[in-house]
């Protein structure tokens, strides 16, 4: 298991140390500094093994944080535990910095002895931790014996993410299907591959312990329906529905429900959290098609013409489109056209950024640019970046729609109805790029 | 409110200073101390001397507080055992604390303090709190057994908690149930044969049911639980697949990694024709590519997994080409990685798409990664034949772009394809001459030259080529250099006219200037074939190569195996057994998956594990069997007569010439005089005569070799004639050396005798200009003697005889010279005994005793082979203890068992026995049942092997089984032809 846990800032100086284990000592803290942090390359593994231990890291913005063992440990948990020991900081401080990390250090190692024992992850929900460990250190010991066991049985219960008496005057949720959407697509216009990966994410002001069901047009659930006889929408359903190459929820959905029945029912935290996410890959609609023509004129000049189309309904618009155009290193100037937005060349990013503020569907617009290039001896080609582009969009361009999220909470008198819900889809790009 | 200012550092009298606010009465102020004691121990500043201040502290009701304080006691404990005692009362007390929070953090710091003093008093707080009403309590509990088993595994046995800790399994809370197994997991991992996580239906059954319910993590510890379980039979495999399989939708990654394990492990046992497999296999490939759009670190777990998924079951991810396809902003890690897995996934179906990524690739900015996709697209063209040609045409296209270091990289794997489609593609050998100056790395040099020397006869300026490497052929790398040697020996071989001066030049440059002795050793082997046998030479040079294998970088199978039991763990990233990097016992045990080896039972057991460690024995033969002709060439002959200095010219390079051409040849021929200084070992320091030779060590002196070419006068003329006869020569019949050599093993077989095997003829004079060789092989008073009879059949007189084995299966080795001290007149004959040593190099022969011997004297070099009776292997101190004997006997796995009949033996039981002992075998207990004897035997061989042998004699019918046991099974059967042989004389 996880021997230990250590977090640097950017020059390599410890924040946080803390040891888990006997094997690992304090010369591991330095290893890892003068190994990976002050390394002259750039990281070639997540993973390093320095005499016999191993270490793995994540960064977030400059702040190190490694773990280090010397076990045959599961890499997967580890790395995975890391990305929650940053979730649970965030939540609790913002934004990880050292300046945040420093004014922070007793409830880290608060936090580290409460999640991480002996190596051994624990409950690490935020909801959950947020009950008893806190800012003040003054709460906790004003906990009534119910109150205390109320705290337990939840940390180690079933339903670790959720309180029991929680009260809303006004039970609302909020929906929000966030698509990001990526394409690679050959110079010629050919698709060379394509996916959305989107997540349901969830707000839920809801009382009590309440049992919510959700639905989504999944052509597996669809066509079952369909075979049971209620033929209402049949004919339409069979375009609308979508298939999903896979997903997988947040710990509070049944999962073996969703296996047997693939219906998705579960008690929610209350708050923030992410319900699903998903992965699709046929029948995407791509809201953006770009077509460079990239021209060399010589040795020292490049002609290039980007036109971008939108491809979804007029009645839609886009928002914060921005189209990156790579440029050679050698380039001395640019001359740019554009007939919509604005577009300047970054001589620091070596690329041309067109920017579009909106953009309603079905229209073109282009640019060309002009790129002068300083002679050079350099034998070696320009590898010529693809064209990458950035946008959103009000829909999901996988075409999944929620079809229903129902809310039974039997002991309360609200019902389902009673709530007040909220749905939003947005797309966004993700990687999307056309190579030139 | 900000903490950070504890960061700073201060002053001198920082200590003082804080141990003054240790010992303040107001609460705050002690806080604000602990705390910044706290952070200068992050930064590594040394603050144990405050220990009795802070430990003051730990009385508080303040939780924050006693947090800070616990902190310091983990760190310095150790270092001041004494003192911590002082702090047990307050743990025990907290123990008993009504807060169940305050209860678990008491407990949890407890086994952080690696102190034997209070260990001892951990134990009766630890059970109750194993017992405590509160769930979190427990788990904090269960937890804290596996930290005291770490302190102290004796205490932890002898105070029964593990009896406790296996019945938290049962536990109603599901926290509980995972913290137990992941600390009796631990535990067993340090006690591999304890059966301490007694996996049963019923436990499994429990631990299936914690799964459902426990947070994340646990589900990660009960999933790695239920990896190491073995199910009876097909049906409760499918039942924990069917139960296992939703957690492969859970969006903690290794939750599904750890499930992917789960399921590959158990679908070992799952009939193939199963509907459910089927299912199983189509539902792996989903959740598998989800895990590609994780954080770029999960990936690369994730991705070095999936490369030993594909592996193993290559089906699972065949439609899924496009996922692996590399994003531009991907880190390098993720993108090498992907690289791997494409090339692994090719097929004739997605080839297209694969090497129009590919060249994209070839154009990208890390080098490695260009380099890494260039050698990808020679792969593609080795593995799917149909594209070959279209790989071959976008490397070209990728060296037109002269990129320097995308040159070399297809070169070197154009070298490849060239290798596996021999004659297909030579037409682009042009197009990669053109490219010979800008190449600077060894590799691509070596596999240019080799591409030049393997096609010579099809580049009219092959020799030009050639000489240009060859200028700076002492600054090549050795990879270089070698090749080069190579590549212009085979030039020479097929446009010998032009470029005799080449061949000349190349072998004294690689015998007499180099010190490199894998170099000078590959130029003597060359230099002899060419002088020798010119037409043996062509077919040993330019023998047809073997194709190329498609896959060249498998990890080999049991390795693969062992990976596949350890899915989502820091091994399956290594691509290494765990104890190739975990220190001490954890992780050392090698994992199996079940039902493969053929063997349903016992997968984990150490039996299974010692069987195939067989080959890591240390006693056993080597295992590679090398290329035998290439192995007796390298034997160094040394020639004797070194007297009449050949005629010396001034420079080594014209005297290597000139010896080439039979300059030698005279004085050698000649001096049948000459005293033999014969030397046999080649490390053997030589003779002064050679005092007026160049520097390079004695034996190698080219005086030698032209004693080598003297051996064939027909040679030396062909060698001496104008060039243009040259061709005819090749034809010509030479001498038999070479002939015998390949004829190995052809009727030379050798009857096996009791004792000593009557001699036999080894070498018939026809096939040795006369010499006649017959001889056997002897064990007397430990040692081993060659015994031989030379005979002279030829008109001359012969001298100067040496011999020289050939690296045979036990390392024998002539002991000292081979004993000749009077020449050897025609119609002569006379005995020689030569004693035989086993500390010679070793390589494993076929058939195991087999030997390969070259003998030679002032007319010639001969090889024979022979096979030796393995009993004179047997040592005198073969006799095994009784108990020794038993355990070594069950030990040895079945498997390694052989057994044999021994007809037509009128022997009884104890005649057997003597007849036996004389030639060390030694009877260790003998047992009667039933009027049949049964003799347990063992002997020794040479190299430390023992062989195990039971001997079942019965009264009356002459036929004996004999059953034999050896951790190197393949010695057996000529361990049975020795034991028929002793008895039948």
């Known amino acids: ?203 839920s002001y809801l009382s009590g312990m309440p049992e919510c069901k959700f639905g989504m047009n999944d052509k597996i659930v669809i066509d079952k329906q369909g075979k049971g006889g209620s033929s209402e929408d049949g004919g339409k359903s069979g375009k609308q529905s979508i298939a999903i190459d896979d997903c997988t929820f947040h710990q509070c959905v049944r999962l073996s429900k969703f296996d047997s029945e693939r219906s998705i029912s579960f008690i929610p935290p209350d708050g923030d959290y992410e319900l699903m996410r998903y992965r ?32 979804f309904k007029s009645s839609l618009l886009a928002q914060k489109i921005e189209v990156r155009i790579p440029t050679p290193l050698n380039t001395s100037g640019v001359q740019l056209i554009c007939m919509k937005g604005k577009a300047k060349y970054k001589a620091s ?75 939003r889809y947005i797309g966004r790009s993700g990687i999307y790029e056309t190579r030139c | 409110m900000t903490d950070s200012k504890y960061f700073t550092t201060t002053k001198k009298g920082e200590i003082f200073e804080l141990k003054a606010e240790l010992n303040s009465d107001k609460k705050e102020k002690k806080k604000e101390a602990v705390k910044k004691v706290i952070a200068s121990m992050t930064v590594g500043k040394d603050v144990s001397a405050l220990f009795p ?68 008093y951990l134990c009766e707080p630890l059970r109750k709190c194993l017992k405590d009403e509160d769930p979190y309590v427990r788990k904090t509990a269960a937890v804290c057994v596996a930290k005291l088993h770490d302190i102290n595994a004796q205490l932890v046995e002898d105070q029964g908690f593990l009896d406790t ?58 999933l790695d639980c239920l990896a190491n379980y073995t199910p009876r039979d097909d049906r409760e495999s499918q039942s924990i697949c069917e139960r296992v399989t939703p957690r492969l939708s859970h969006a903690n990654s290794a939750v599904v990694l750890s499930a992917v394990k789960v399921l590959m492990k158990f679908m070992e046992m799952l009939p193939k024709d199963l509907d459910y497999y089927g299912t199983l296999l189509k539902k792996l490939a989903p959740p598998l590519v989800t895990l590609l759009s994780a954080e770029p670190e999960l990936q690369y777990v994730a991705l070095r997994n999936i490369n030993l998924i594909v592996q193993r079951r290559p089906e699972i991810l065949k439609h899924e080409m496009k996922v692996f396809f590399v994003k531009y902003n991907d880190p390098i890690y993720v993108k090498l990685e992907k690289l791997d897995i494409m090339i692994r996934l090719a097929s004739q179906a997605n080839i297209a798409q694969v090497l129009a990524e590919l060249k994209e690739y070839a154009t990208e900015v890390d080098v490695d990664f260009v380099r890494k996709a260039v050698r990808a697209i020679g792969r593609c063209a080795i593995k799917v034949e149909q594209s070959a040609e279209r790989c071959v045409s976008t490397l070209l296209d990728l060296i037109q772009t002269k990129v320097n270091y995308v ?73 270089v250099q070698l090749q080069l040697l190579t590549a212009i020996v085979k030039l020479f071989l097929k446009k010998p006219t032009e470029t005799q001066e080449l061949v000349q030049q190349v072998l004294s440059l690689a015998t007499q200037d180099s010190d490199n002795p894998d170099l000078r050793d590959r130029g003597y082997i060359y230099w002899r074939l060419l002088s020798t046998d010119p037409v043996a030479a062509k077919e040993v040079v330019l023998a047809e190569k073997p194709l190329i294998s498609e896959e060249t970088d498998l990890i080999e199978p049991t390795l693969l195996e062992e990976l596949i039991c350890h899915i989502g763990t820091l091994a399956s990233v290594y691509h290494k057994p765990p104890s190739a990097f975990v220190e001490g016992s954890r992780g050392v045990q090698h994992k199996r998956l079940p039902g493969s080896a053929g063997s349903g039972e016992s997968v984990d057991s150490p039996d299974t594990v010692s069987a195939a460690g067989v080959s890591e024995a240390p006693p056993a033969v080597i295992p590679s069997q090398g290329d035998l002709l290439g192995d007796l060439l390298n034997l160094d002959l040394t020639p004797p007569t070194t007297s009449g200095p050949p005629p010396v010219p001034s420079s080594g390079m014209q005297m290597g010439a000139m010896d080439l051409l039979g300059g030698g040849l005279d004085s050698l021929m000649g001096d049948e005089s000459e005293p033999p200084p014969i030397p046999l070992r080649t490390d053997t320091p030589q003779s002064p005569q050679l005092s007026h030779q160049s520097p390079s060590p004695p034996d190698y002196s080219p005086t030698e070799l032209g004693g080598d070419l003297g051996g064939s006068p027909a040679m030396g003329a062909a060698f001496g004639a104008p060039p243009a006869v040259m061709p005819a020569s090749f034809s010509a019949p030479v001498s038999g050396g070479l002939d015998d050599l390949f004829d190995l093993g052809g009727g030379v077989g050798m009857p096996m005798g009791a004792y000593s095997p009557p001699k036999t003829i080894w070498l018939p004079a026809m096939k040795a200009k006369g010499l006649e060789i017959s001889g056997t092989f002897a064990r007397r008073a430990g040692v081993i003697q060659m015994e031989m009879t030379l005979t002279n059949k030829a008109m001359s007189v012969m001298t100067d005889f040496a011999i020289q084995f050939n690296r045979n299966s036990f390392g024998l080795a002539p002991a000292g010279p081979l004993q000749v001290l009077t020449p050897l007149s025609p119609n002569q004959t006379i005995e020689v005994a030569l004693p035989l040593s086993t500390v010679g190099p070793v390589m494993k022969m076929e058939p195991l005793s087999n030997l390969q011997v070259a003998v030679k004297n002032n007319i010639d070099v001969f090889y024979f082979s022979c096979q030796y009776p393995i009993s004179m292997l047997f040592v005198e101190d073969g006799k095994m203890e009784r108990q020794v004997f038993l355990a070594t006997w069950k030990d040895i796995p079945n498997d390694n068992e052989a ?40 002997m020794k061989l040479t190299n430390g092997i023992w062989v195990l042998a039971e001997l079942r004699v019965q009264a009356g019918n002459p036929n004996y089984t004999i059953s034999l046991k050896c951790r190197a099974p393949e010695v057996s059967q000529c361990v049975f032809q020795s034991y028929e042989a002793i008895l039948k004389n």
């Open chain 2, 407 to 479: 040159v070399q990289e297809a070169i070197v794997v154009i070298k490849d394809i060239f290798r596996k489609y021999p004659n297909k593609y030579e037409s682009v050998i042009a197009t990669l001459c053109e490219n010979l100056d800008s190449l600077d790395e060894p590799e691509a040099r070596a596999a240019m030259i080799w591409i030049v020397g393997e096609y010579a006869e099809r580049i009219d300026n092959a020799d030009e080529l050639l000489e240009s490497f060859l200028e700076g052929f002492h600054d090549e790398s050795t990879q």
């Open chain 1, 1 to 203: 298991m996880i021997g230990g846990l250590f977090i640097y800032n950017h020059k390599g100086e410890v924040l946080i140390s803390r040891v888990y284990r006997d094997d690992i000592g304090r010369n591991a803290v330095d290893a890892f500094r003068v190994n990976v942090i002050h390394a002259r390359q750039q990281v070639r593994s997540p993973v390093t093994n320095i005499a016999r231990t191993s270490f793995f890291h994540v960064k977030r913005s400059n702040i190190w944080l490694a773990a280090v063992t010397k076990q045959n440990v599961n890499a997967t948990m580890v790395f995975e535990f890391l990305y929650k020991m940053c979730d649970v900081m965030s939540a609790y401080f913002g934004k990880i910095s050292e300046e945040n990390v420093k004014n922070n250090f007793v409830l880290i190692y608060e936090l580290l002895d409460e999640i991480l024992d002996f190596g051994y992850p624990q409950n690490s929900e935020t909801g959950a931790l947020k009950t008893f460990i806190t800012q003040q250190g003054i709460k906790s010991q004003h906990h009534t014996k119910e109150e205390q066991s109320q705290i337990t049985s939840q940390v180690t219960g079933q339903i670790g993410w959720r309180r029991e008496g929680i009260k809303y005057r006004r039970n609302e949720l909020f929906l929000d299907v966030l698509e990001s959407v990526n394409l690679l697509m050959s110079p010629q216009g050919q698709v060379l591959s394509a996916h959305v990966s989107g997540r349901v994410v969830m707000k």
């Open chain 2, 899 to 938: 057994q044999f009949q021994i007809k037509d033996c009128h022997l009884n039981s104890d005649a057997a026995s003597n007849k036996l002992q004389g030639s060390n075998v030694f009877t260790i207990a003998k047992r009667t049942v039933e009027g049949q004897d049964m003799l347990y035997q063992s």
């Open chain 1, 280 to 311: 699709t890959t046929k029948d995407i609609i791509l809201p953006f098609r770009v077509i460079p023509l990239v021209r060399e004129v010589g040795r020292t000049k490049l002609e290039v013409k980007v036109v971008i189309k939108s491809n």
């Open chain 2, 53 to 120: 201040d802070v430990v003051n502290c730990m009385q508080t009701d303040n939780l924050e507080l006693k947090k800070l304080v616990y902190l310091y006691l983990m760190n310095y404990a150790k270092s001041q055992p004494d003192m911590a005692i002082m702090a047990v009362n307050t743990f025990v007390k907290d123990c008993e604390d009504p807060n169940p929070l305050i209860r678990a953090l008491a407990v949890r710091t407890m086994g952080c303090i690696r102190v034997d003093k209070i260990t001892e």
């Open chain 2, 165 to 222: 800790l296996k019945d938290l399994i049962s536990d109603s809370n599901p926290m509980v149930v995972a913290n137990a197994v992941a600390a009796l997991s631990e535990i067993a991992e340090s006690h591999p044969n304890s059966n301490l996580l007694d996996l049963n239906p019923q436990t499994i059954n429990k631990l299936l049911t914690a799964l459902n319910e426990c947070t994340e993590w646990g589900q990660i510890f009960i």
């Open chain 1, 349 to 423: 990013e070596n690329a041309i950024v067109w920017k579009i503020k909106r953009m309603a569907g079905m229209k073109e617009s282009q640019i060309s640019a002009e790129i002068e290039l300083l002679p050079t001896n350099d034998k070696k080609k320009w590898a010529r970046p693809p064209i990458s582009m950035n946008f959103e969009v009000p829909f999901a361009p996988s075409g999944l729609k929620v079809r229903y999220l129902k809310v039974f909470e039997p002991k309360l008198n609200y019902s389902d109805h009673d709530v007040i819900k909220w749905v």
